[in-house]
């Protein structure tokens, strides 16, 4: 190997290494910003709408850097292998990424991947990013890895930020399942009849 190319490699770990951690700004009690945004389920374009999923019962909105890179592949599956145990907690699932939207929809049906199980939708500009500070330190242009678990109210119920990508499936679902039963333990009030 060329002393340039081992120069190179050791720079670039250099800098993922001494860069700060993934950050996100937006804090638990906060409202989730809503968006709007093109997305693919098992390869098939559709819009996807926060409000609209908030309807059915909580949303996981994770953010990852691009499709078809190593971090963000593993993630994806990951997720893929556990969205049984997060609709039978009612909650919907949606991964948002700014970085090569060209491959968003073979990443949404590939089996080694999301498996068309759970959308991507595509963030063009980072502008989805942006309102949740999901941005990626070292490249601006691209979502980091953020995941934030978002409440029928349409409050933030749990955020987790961090560039490796095997806790966010477990940091999430167990989010979800606390959030469940801290909805299931609140008291209804009867509504009274005249």
Same mark, same amino acid.
């Given at each position: 190997m060329k002393l340039s190319t081992r120069l190179t490699i050791v720079a670039a770990v250099a800098a993922i290494a001494l860069a700060p951690p993934a950050f996100a700004a937006l804090?638990?009690?906060?409202?989730a910003p809503d968006f709007t945004a093109p997305a693919y389920l098992a390869g098939q374009p559709f819009t996807f709408n926060?409000?609209? #999923?908030?309807k059915k019962g909580p949303v996981v909105v994770y953010f990852? &850097? #691009?499709?078809?890179?190593?971090?963000?592949?593993?993630?994806?599956?990951?997720f893929s292998q556990a969205i049984d145990q997060f609709k039978a907690l009612h909650a919907t699932v949606i991964g948002v990424s700014a970085g090569h939207l060209s491959q968003l929809a073979a990443f949404s049906k590939e089996a080694d991947?999301?498996?068309?199980?759970? &959308?991507? #939708?595509?963030?063009k500009g980072a502008k989805i990013a942006k309102a949740y500070d999901a941005t990626l330190f070292f490249r601006p242009g691209w979502s980091n890895r953020t995941s934030y678990v978002i409440a029928p109210s349409g409050k933030i119920a749990f955020v987790y930020s961090s560039l490796s990508p095997t806790k966010h499936v477990q940091e999430t679902l167990d989010a979800v399942k606390a959030l469940e039963k801290s909805q299931a333990a609140r008291p209804r009030t009867a509504s009274k009849q005249p």
């Open positions: 804090k638990v009690g906060t409202q926060l409000t609209a #999923a908030l990852f &850097p #691009a499709p078809h890179t190593s971090g963000c592949n593993i993630e994806a599956h990951l991947h999301c498996s068309g199980k759970f &959308p991507v #939708a595509a963030d």
